[in-house]
């Protein structure tokens, strides 16, 4: 089969085309044929092993796909790797059937960028209604599908932030309230005047760096901060107790493999909720752009440089 392998950690420079074996499956898991794999940050934190998780090489990246299995199931899987190629195996606990009229790309939104959004906001921040929510990065696979679930589910004020007037445009398409530049010089100052002159009550953080430090100094009492991902690469500015208790103010990480240690299936839960508001149209998939295969490295070049909207996916046919 085809795949992109990587031999050694890096920048996109390292996603290989390569032909590779095809994987077999174990007991408790499913080979399925790839129709879309999708494509996130955090794989360009795989490449060079920066991630949570600790990479070792070879490595084929790529941890989702929706596809089909051998008795004819149509589903979409988290795999953690492998899933750019032709074919993936998952744990079957890990893979959920996607319904009628779900197209590829947003069953692929919906297990990682949609389950994402939904427990930041349901979990991390507890978001209640009327209270008001700043989603960064809000033109992205997370934060397009954030603004969209903070507006179905009562938000007083949606402010969000996007580094580009087109960004800004479509995140107020999608129903924020209001759009702001995050490269302001007085970001603190901005969201507070973005939310009629208040402070902030929650905060859905990806960027890291100086984002960070002035999201957190916006924040209401008894506001809450979910960080989530550190796309720019800096280190916020260190945080004491103290500081916090001064402030009544909460921050929070959240990294979605940690769902599955959770009572329940709340994962299933999440999925049913996203998939029947797509479905009725109340939740909309961005599309990021479709790239072949063998352009894997563009998409990760694209990503890193934030040329891109919404849901990347990857078509293993081309």
């Not at 089969?1 to 031999?7: C, E, H, K, L, V």
């Not at 898991?29 to 044929?33: C, E, G």
């Given at each position: 089969?085809?795949?992109?392998?990587?031999?050694e950690f890096g920048g996109p420079e390292v996603l290989t085309v390569t032909e590779l074996p095809d994987p077999e499956a174990g007991p408790g898991?499913?080979?399925?044929?790839v129709s879309r794999a999708g494509v996130n940050y955090a794989d360009t934190h795989q490449a060079e092993n920066s991630y949570l998780a600790e990479s070792a090489l070879p490595l084929v990246p790529g941890?989702?796909?929706?596809?089909?299995?051998?008795?004819?199931?149509?589903v979409?899987?988290?795999v953690g790797t492998g899933g750019y190629a032709e074919k993936a195996v998952a744990p079957e606990a890990r893979a959920w059937d996607v319904p009628d009229g779900i197209d590829d790309r947003t069953a692929l939104a919906m297990v990682v960028q949609g389950a994402s959004a939904w427990i930041l906001l349901r979990r991390s921040v507890h978001?209640?209604?009327?209270?008001?929510?700043?989603?960064?990065?809000?033109?992205g696979g997370v934060g397009s599908l954030a603004v969209q679930l903070a507006k179905a589910w009562g938000a007083g004020r949606v402010i969000a932030t996007a580094s580009s007037q087109d960004k800004r445009d479509l995140a107020l398409e999608l129903g924020a309230d209001a759009a702001v530049d995050p490269g302001e010089p007085d970001l603190k100052a901005a969201l507070i005047e973005a939310n009629e002159g208040r402070r902030v009550d929650?905060?859905?953080e990806m960027t890291g760096g100086s984002v960070t430090d002035q999201s957190l100094r916006a924040l209401a009492p008894f506001g809450r901060l979910a960080f989530y991902g550190m796309a720019s690469r800096k280190e916020p500015s260190p945080v004491r107790p103290a500081t916090l208790m001064s402030h009544s103010t909460t921050i929070a990480g959240m990294w979605l493999a940690h769902v599955f240690q959770l009572p329940g299936d709340v994962m299933r839960t999440a999925l049913g909720e996203l998939f029947g508001l797509a479905a009725d149209g109340r939740l909309r998939?961005?599309?990021g752009g479709e790239y072949g295969l063998t352009e894997a490295r563009r998409a990760h070049e694209d990503m890193r440089a934030r040329r891109t909207t919404g849901k990347l996916v990857l078509d293993p046919s081309r």
């Open positions: 089969m085809r795949a992109i392998q990587i031999t898991h499913l080979l399925i044929d941890g989702e796909v929706v596809g089909t299995t051998a008795d004819g199931r149509r979409v899987a988290l978001l209640a209604p009327g209270e008001s929510v700043v989603v960064h990065a809000a033109a929650t905060v859905l998939v961005v599309g």
